[in-house]
């Protein structure tokens, strides 16, 4: 497997941007559908990363700068065939290095809260995502559930300090 920056020129990148959008819509009302389309994820202050394997897009994310020190992960999606084979969790430890390279000091996302969302959720937490309240543009949503990694190593060591 392979993962690179993606221009989002290819027409095999559009469809399968194009098919989360959709599912997106399908699963969440309209009010709290926050899955970015391709012109939105060429605006500056993104970028996009697919993973490939054998030249077939199989998982894709990106990276939305909020500021200097705090950006947004996006997008993050697996080919159906794909999903608990690994392909997110290389593209996810690939982001957040990618984000500390960056400059980067925290991570935060927006999820779903249904049950659909919940091998999503599991990966976050897996990484060390904690929950947060609404971040950037968000608003309160009972469909939504935001989370932030501290890319200091400070959640490590908050996490190992508490009693278990």
């Not at 009010?31 to 389309?37: G, Y």
């Not at 391709?38 to 998982?59: E, K, N, S, Y």
């Not at 390279?101 to 996302?109: A, D, I, V």
Request: charged letters at 25%; a positive charge.
């Amino acid at each position: 497997m392979r993962i690179a920056v993606d221009d989002l020129s290819g027409p095999e990148v559009a469809r399968f941007l194009d098919e989360h959008v959709r599912q997106m819509q399908s699963i969440s009302p309209p009010e709290s559908k926050h899955a970015l389309d391709l012109d939105a994820l060429r605006r500056p202050g993104i970028t996009f990363w697919t993973a490939r394997d054998a030249g077939t897009v199989v998982a894709c994310g990106a990276l939305k700068r909020l500021d200097a020190a705090h950006a947004e992960l996006k997008s993050m999606r697996t080919a159906p065939a794909r999903k608990r084979s690994g392909v997110a969790s290389r593209l996810l430890g690939h982001i957040i290095a990618e984000a500390r390279r960056m400059g980067f000091t925290r991570l935060s996302l927006e999820t779903g809260s249904a049950d659909f969302f919940l091998p999503a959720r599991n990966l976050y937490a897996k990484f060390g995502f904690l929950p947060c309240g609404p971040f950037a543009d968000y608003r309160p949503d009972p469909n939504s559930t935001f989370l932030t990694k501290n890319l200091d190593g400070l959640d490590e060591l908050r996490r190992a300090e508490q009693p278990a």
